[in-house]
């Protein structure tokens, strides 16, 4: 099995294929994250730094192959193109988890879960669009479950002091007081670009 990517969606894809016995490469092109992943011992899961060379080895040799690539703000760069499928065993499977930023395979196109596969170069592709909705109430109490901290924060503090003090729920911010504060929305949308500390009075001047 070949994943890549090593965030949440990569990490946790080879720490379960290793619990059913599998072996695992995960690629990625952060050092850090793959040494974290290492360093956890995982047994049967080796790491490799991504290179054009090294994804299209580990996808020719794949019965599995996993893309969980997100870059944030941007497209999902295609990095197995269609010769590399076409070049794959056949009846293999690709995982395309990203796909609806395009997926980081050329061949992969979003699918339903009431026609979650198709067959292209001799493999078969799993491209669902929202892949927690096969399992609705586990995806939904997840979901609460990470958001609920930040409702507490937000309800027990109120909007500005919240975001002061959460650079992360800051981050997340897109829209405040009808104005775009997050760059890579504004990039899409042709808006102006605001900064938060602009919008909102998160720098209040000590009493």
Known sequence: MVVLGCGIVGSGAARMASGLGAQVVV????????????????PGVTTLAASALGIKDAALRADLLIGAVHVVGARTPALVDRETVEGMKDGSVIVDVDVDYGGCVETSRPTTLDDPVFVDGGVIHYCVKNVPAAVPVTASRALSNALLPYVRALAGHGLADALKADEGLGRGVAIAEGRVVDPVLARATGADHSQLSSVLPLHREAR
Do not use: N
């Not at 850090?32 to 992943?37: F, G, I």
């Open 27 to 42: 690629i990625d092109r952060d050092v850090d994250r793959l040494r974290t992943l290492e360093l956890a011992r995982i």
